[in-house]
């Protein structure tokens, strides 16, 4: 069954949620290297290697069950307002330098304001004029305008999580709908930006909500898809909650890899909590990663990342 189903997916067929949900069982090793072979046939040796700035921090509306920035729970972080253009510049300027090709602002709260918005543009086209480096933004749930005005500002790509299934969200916010995500994502995409979209695993979701989740990144075209690894957080809902195994994200990653053959799986938040920091996964499927520390938690540093890449026989570029 696996080796039919590779070969269909390797001659341009889109699995169905049945289809992936027999991967559930199938041999992990095996599933792995069907995995990878289909990475290496739709991507190559490319390897997509993204940086984040945590733009704006704590204080936010939302009552998402994992975050550390959320004022509904009590966790010690530093909060801030939006980071000068100064900041923003120095921070775009040294990921260049370490061979970083694209490069995040990620501000906490449901959505900046309108004010909010147009300082951050000046930031953007301050960092386009005198940095080379892509630009990526992530700026919670804005409007259509909002986005036209990131686009005009040298803004190529925004970033927007679905976090988990349809049917898990509610479970882990309430304070905004998984509709209006996808709302989101499409009046990004309407404005011309491309989208990075995934989700955390770890937040009391089934495999089938994973899939639910990885067939919906793929119906919105989303081809950047970062999966995340629940750090348990002191003070958050989740603080408790069992850390995943390295084969269980090894599986996911794959089975991900047979939804969204051409797309960067890119490892982001808690990697560093599986073996290896999370190595084995870019022999399973996975041809992308967030480097460097994440939003309020520590990362895997660029050096590190850039040694591993090499190792693994990977070339950094943006897929």
Avoid: W
Wanted: charged fraction near 25%; aromatic fraction near 6%.
């Amino acid at each position: 069954m696996l080796e039919k189903l590779k070969n269909s997916v390797l001659n341009g067929y889109q699995i169905t949620k049945e289809d992936a949900i027999k991967l559930v069982d199938v041999d992990l090793e095996d599933l792995c290297n069907a995995a990878n072979e289909l990475r290496n046939y739709f991507c190559g040796n490319s390897f997509d290697i993204c940086t984040i700035i945590n733009g704006k921090s704590g204080r936010c509306s939302e009552d998402c069950k994992y975050c550390a920035q959320s004022s509904h729970y009590k966790v010690s972080i530093e909060d801030y307002p939006l980071l000068s253009s100064e900041e923003l510049l120095k921070g775009a300027k040294y990921n260049q330098e370490k061979g970083i090709l694209r490069y995040s602002i990620v501000t906490s709260g449901k959505r900046l304001s309108d004010t909010e918005v147009d300082k951050i543009c000046e930031s953007y086209s301050q960092i386009k004029e005198e940095c080379g480096i892509s630009l990526c933004a992530s700026h919670g749930l804005l409007s259509y305008e909002s986005f036209k005005k990131l686009k005009d500002a040298g803004v190529d790509r925004y970033h927007n999580n679905l976090e988990t299934s349809r049917r898990n969200f509610s479970n882990i916010c309430t304070t905004h709908t998984y509709d209006d995500k996808i709302a989101a994502i499409k009046n990004a995409q309407k404005a011309g930006l491309t989208v990075c979209s995934g989700g955390i695993l770890g937040l009391g979701e089934t495999m089938e909500d994973r899939i639910d989740m990885a067939l919906d990144i793929r119906d919105l075209g989303v081809k950047s898809i970062p999966i995340n690894i629940l750090n348990p957080i002191l003070g958050t809902p989740y603080e408790g909650s069992e850390i995943l195994s390295t084969e269980e994200v090894r599986r996911v990653v794959s089975i991900f890899r047979f939804i969204l053959p051409d797309g960067a799986i890119r490892l982001a938040g808690g990697r560093g909590l599986i073996e290896q920091k999370g190595k084995t996964t870019f022999t399973s499927g996975a041809n992308a990663a967030i480097s460097g520390d994440m939003l309020t938690t520590a990362g895997i540093s660029i050096q590190d990342d850039m040694k591993m890449i090499e190792e693994l026989g990977f070339e950094v570029s943006m897929i």
